[in-house]
């Protein structure tokens, strides 16, 4: 359904029945609410924000303010567009705005228990994610991954090798790759095939990204609350449906895994740890889908950024090039050699700047009454910083549109949560807890990628003409995947 469809076919369902229950909404004072575009009845801002939210809220803050307020059907979105704004929801006033908004296609599976979808900053909450930093994404997890990750880099250097010549999707190879990297961590076996044609296996690759289309996919429930029950577009059954057949494919080696007496400490795997600590099969399926869509997605994506950027400007790709093979001397690589390893390291903030995983973070939700900017943020209100716009403004970054990675050269901006001009991982509470996995997966992949390989875009075109659009979606990923070859392979 396009969007012009989606919003004239609810438009008629709920005007009829309605239409008291809108008028009075929209005709109440909410006082010192921040600035925006003055609402429509019933859909309020929604004909506005269109498929890509990113762009047209940035567009809208120009004009508006750096704090804005939208109306999406009944509901109250509250944007920010600058480094005080996310200062203020992120830092300022992170307690009372650090609870999650969850997408009505999510409601049905994401309820106690869960990590990145957690209503709320509970007990349950911080359990969790002080379980997954320790055991997953701590420096002393890093380390004894290590071996597994080199493994899974070999197999996809491997592939690449036999593809000389050959056009090779990016997107596909470094996905398989890092899913399969996690899968081994997490239930200590593959799921996906290199030599799987599609990229995928049993169609898991597609069902995980349905499952991330539907969060985002425009849905009356979201908009009209009161009608939320009737699921009216299906999405909420859909994604359960789907939800339940991904699981599926591990819900045999929980099983299993559950049986064993005991497991030798050389084979034990991150679905161990969680059986000893009483964790439910439905509390595994939650956190294992949650840790494949949020890790292996948005590396990916930033990876086929880095590549599309480096291959359009081949100064910095040559300057890159001359570091790695320069200073890169150990086989396989030594992974604590890549943090110093400092033309590198700009070139993926660079990328982050301006191709950020999420554009928008993920959706936060007041759960008290607050002021940001001496702007009111009522209690209920979903809220989101558009970190997209902060790493493009003029006012922050010189010749923001362009890919300069030697703005960091000589900078102590990081992206750890402290510089709010640049947040590719959010801040606060909410923080992404993989930064270090995801950061040293990026350096690893690209390393490999520029050591082993001379590449080349196909049938020698113009590399100043590769498509840069973008689709939007929970990541920010290429609207045309990006495919190279190469002619010429490097020891």
């Known amino acids: 359904m396009d969007h012009t469809t989606f919003l004239m076919s609810f438009s008629l369902l709920v005007m009829s029945s309605f239409l008291l229950f809108i008028v009075i909404i929209y005709f109440k004072s909410e006082k010192d609410l921040p600035p925006g575009p003055r609402p429509w009845p019933i859909i309020g801002n929604l004909h506005q924000v269109g498929k890509n939210p990113h762009v047209s809220t940035a567009i809208l803050a120009k004009r508006h303010g750096s704090l804005i307020s939208l109306r999406l059907g009944t509901q109250l979105l509250v944007v920010a567009s600058s480094p005080e704004a996310a200062t203020g929801i992120l830092k300022t006033q992170d307690r009372f705005l650090s609870s999650r908004f969850i997408p009505n296609a999510f409601q049905s599976y994401f309820s106690p228990f869960t990590l990145i979808w957690s209503a709320e900053c509970d007990k349950n909450w911080k359990s969790l994610r002080t379980l997954c930093r320790t055991h997953m994404f701590s420096t002393k997890a890093l380390e004894s ?16 090798c036999s593809k000389k010549d050959e056009v090779v999707n990016i997107e596909e190879v470094v996905f ?26 049993s169609g898991l690759k597609e069902k995980l990204f349905k499952a991330l289309a539907n969060a985002i996919t425009p849905n009356v ?9 009737l699921d009216l ?24 895994r559950r049986l064993m007496v005991a497991v030798k400490a050389e084979e034990q795997c991150f679905l161990d740890l969680l059986l000893e600590n009483g964790f439910s099969n439905d509390q595994i399926n939650i956190l294992a889908l949650e840790l494949f869509t949020a890790s292996t997605d948005t590396t ?17 790709m040559f300057k890159l090039q001359e570091e790695i093979r320069n200073e890169i001397h150990s086989d396989p690589i030594v992974e604590s050699e890549l943090s110093k390893l400092s033309y ?34 009522p209690r209920g209100a979903q809220v989101l910083v558009n970190i997209w716009a902060i790493g493009r403004d003029p006012k922050y970054w010189e010749d923001p ?29 909410r923080m992404c807890p993989g930064l270090s996995f995801g950061i040293n997966s990026v350096q690893s992949v690209l390393a490999y990628l520029i050591l082993r390989f001379d590449w080349i875009l196909p049938y020698d075109e113009d590399p100043l003409k590769i498509d840069m659009n973008e689709k939007y979606g929970v990541t920010l990923q290429k ?7 190469f002619k010429h392979l490097l020891k």
């Open 145 to 160: 991954q290590s071996r597994l990750r080199e493994k899974k880099l070999a197999e996809m250097l491997d592939f690449l």
């Open 176 to 201: 398989t790759t890092m899913f399969n990297t996690l899968s081994n961590i997490f239930f200590g076996k593959d799921f996906l095939d290199l030599k799987d044609e599609k990229g995928s296996a």
């Open 221 to 229: 429930s979201d908009f009209f609350p009161i009608v939320e029950r």
């Open 233 to 256: 577009q299906g999405l909420r059954k859909e994604n359960l449906k789907n939800i339940k057949e991904i699981c599926s494919s591990w819900e045999g080696i929980i099983n299993d």
């Open 300 to 316: 990916t994506s930033t990876i086929e950024w880095a590549m599309a950027e480096l291959m359009k400007n081949k100064k910095v």
């Open 344 to 377: 590198l390291n700009a070139c993926i903030k660079e990328t982050l700047r301006l191709h950020p995983p999420a554009p928008l973070l993920l959706p936060h939700r007041a759960i008290q009454t607050c002021e940001v900017m001496n702007y009111t943020i």
């Open 401 to 429: 549109l362009l890919f300069k990675p030697e703005r960091f050269l000589n900078s102590k901006l990081d992206f750890k949560g402290i510089d709010f001009e640049f947040l590719p991982f959010g801040a606060g509470r």
């Open 479 to 485: 609207e045309k995947p990006l495919q190279l070859s």
